[in-house]
């Protein structure tokens, strides 16, 4: 499975990004689909998922009411939709795809987009 | 949430050494649900070890998982050129899924 996502995004604070994870080889439905950040020099930060099929998204307590993932398996497509960005929302965005009904492992990631807020 | 602690920071070694990194969990980690990857300058994580041993599809076996409850253990038996890299661990049985911070291997 191949995850590609969209290009990189240069945004002012308080705007808001949406970035998209395209699957090929495959149908989403039969994935979670996650989105991980890395800012700049640092770790990896788990921000929340989607259950293509189901719908049902499950946030991290820390973007909850800034950040709305969708699917639309139509096209194998799930988006990310990050609001009110401030500086420190300057990373890469990765998607991930972990088995359905599972949490993890995450077996496959997108290249990632880089996201720079920039006044 | 579970807290990740990797062990060490940094780790300079040499090719053909072991390396072994150390992962903590702040509680017991539901079914081994822990999983390792290694990451490269510029590139995506690439998953190594899952439910705690066992190894991703096409993952060398000089790469071995260990561990239960909250110490886990990432060992490369002889070091390639190829493994000095960034290693996570992840654990993912208890929501939300957590990284540890990571540990940077490097060449000696």
């Known amino acids: 499975v191949q995850l590609e996502q969209s290009g990189a995004e240069v945004k002012k604070p308080g705007a808001t990004v949406k970035i998209s994870c395209k699957a090929s080889?495959?149908?989403?439905?039969?994935?979670?689909i996650h989105w991980v950040l890395q800012a700049p020099g640092k770790g990896l930060e788990w921000m929340g998922r989607v259950d293509p099929e189901e719908g049902e998204t499950k946030y991290a307590e820390k973007f909850q009411g800034r950040v709305i993932i969708t699917a639309d398996t139509s096209i194998d497509t799930v988006s990310m939709e990050l609001n009110s960005l401030r500086f420190e929302d300057t990373a890469v965005y990765y998607c991930a795809r972990s088995r359905w009904l599972l949490e993890g492992p995450f077996d496959d990631w997108g290249q990632g987009t880089l996201v720079t807020v920039y006044s | 949430e579970i807290v990740l602690t990797q062990s060490p920071g940094t780790l300079s070694l040499s090719p053909g050494e072991r390396a072994t990194l150390s992962c903590r969990a702040s509680?017991?980690?539901?079914?081994?649900?822990l999983a390792w990857y290694q990451q490269k300058p510029g590139q995506a994580p690439r998953l190594l070890i899952y439910?705690?041993?066992s190894r991703a599809t096409g993952i060398p076996d000089r790469f071995s998982g260990s561990g239960s409850g909250t110490d886990f253990t990432l060992t490369i038996s002889r070091l390639e050129p190829e493994d000095f890299a960034v290693y996570y661990c992840?654990?993912?049985?208890?929501?939300?899924?957590?990284f540890g911070q990571g540990t940077k291997l490097e060449i000696k």
């Open positions: 509680q017991s980690v539901t079914s081994r649900s």
């Open positions: 992840q654990q993912y049985g208890s929501s939300p899924s957590t």
């Open positions: 439910g705690a041993s």
């Open positions: 080889g495959h149908s989403i439905s039969d994935f979670y």
